[in-house]
């Protein structure tokens, strides 16, 4: 399975926790064969009737492969659709999603396959899938290298096959279709409202604290630029230094408007920090 557009073509590079996560999973895999994959199971794998003895496989559980196809096809999810995903939100923002697709498929087997052990990392890639569709739709997805298939296509058959395959049999036949499901409607519930539950967070967050970011309104940040300029207290690189700062906080301070402070990235919080120091500095 592969994807191609003017956008997305074979020159891409992995991003880091894309490579992360390729390297982990395959570092688990040949430590299970060396291990022996019941123990691995047991203790690294996620089973309802041990959530509380051993809560661990909650995160564990993504990490494990039943076999080197379980693992190929998971990777070869990562690999093709994590590196865009990852590229747009930044790095921390990806983890976290990762993260939470895979827990949403801890949640969903708890509830309806109670008696049933799930291993590998196809509810996190599900939910990796979900979101490339849901900001490329119309990417044509090659499936099997051969038939083109829109991403919005793949993904709702994808869902109604998962959806139909859990409540007709649930993980029957190995296959976990409630976590599948579960990082599906994880995917969902963060896309839609992720970014509106981050800004209300953030809202409670500074309401009773002082601000981490004292920045100051852009009109007054302009004038003292002006005034120092007049002033002749600094050469014209400083000056222009200055200014291209403002207009990086601008631009950031209209993403955190629009969608919340969770979708910084690492670069992103640096500049606001330094902004905020130079601020406490004068």
């Not at 074979?10 to 490579?19: A, M, Q, R």
């Not at 309802?48 to 998971?74: E, S």
Request: proline share 4%.
């Amino acid at each position: 399975m592969s994807y191609a557009t003017e956008r997305f073509g074979f020159g891409y590079h992995l991003t880091p926790w894309v490579k992360r996560l390729l390297v982990a999973n395959t570092a688990v895999f040949l430590l299970t064969a060396i291990v022996g994959g019941s123990f691995s199971y047991d203790w690294l794998g996620f089973s309802p009737q041990h959530a509380f003895t051993r809560p661990w496989g909650a995160l564990t559980y993504m990490f494990v492969h039943a076999d080197v196809w379980h693992l190929l096809l998971n990777m070869l999810g990562l690999f093709f659709f994590g590196p865009p995903l990852e590229g747009r939100w930044g790095s921390r923002e990806f983890i976290k999603y990762y993260l939470l697709c895979g827990m949403g498929g801890v949640f969903l087997s708890f509830l309806f396959a109670p008696n049933a052990a799930i291993i590998g990392a196809s509810a996190a890639v599900y939910g990796v899938v979900l979101a490339f569709a849901w900001y490329w739709p119309e990417t044509p997805i090659y499936v099997w290298g051969i038939f083109p298939v829109k991403a919005k296509w793949l993904v709702g058959f994808f869902f109604f096959a998962t959806l139909i395959s859990a409540f007709g049999g649930g993980a029957r036949g190995g296959v976990a279709n409630f976590a599948h499901l579960g990082g599906l409607l994880t995917g969902v519930g963060y896309l839609k409202f992720g970014d509106r539950f981050a800004a209300r967070l953030g809202e409670v967050r500074t309401s009773g604290e002082s601000r981490r970011f004292a920045i100051v309104p852009r009109k007054e940040s302009r004038e003292e630029v002006r005034g120092k300029r007049s002033g002749g207290r600094r050469d014209s690189a400083v000056r222009r230094q200055e200014e291209d700062l403002l207009d990086e906080v601008d631009r950031i301070l209209d993403k955190i408007s629009a969608r919340g402070m969770g979708v910084l990235t690492d670069e992103e919080r640096n500049v606001l920090d330094e902004m905020s120091r130079r601020r406490r500095s004068n």
